[in-house]
């Protein structure tokens, strides 16, 4: 029972790490697309 408590626990952080990483991306991604978008419509605008 001790050894499947700690396997699904070692799969939790994995998963868990795996998550905020992929957060972490998604959340740069969309900063770098509002500024992007920011930045063409201030061309637009000129």
Sequence with gaps: MQEST???KTEWIVHMKKT?????EDTSAVES??????EVLEIWQK
């Design 6 to 8: 700690s396997s699904v």
């Design 20 to 24: 905020e990483s992929n957060y972490h």
């Design 33 to 38: 697309g509002k500024k992007d978008l920011a």
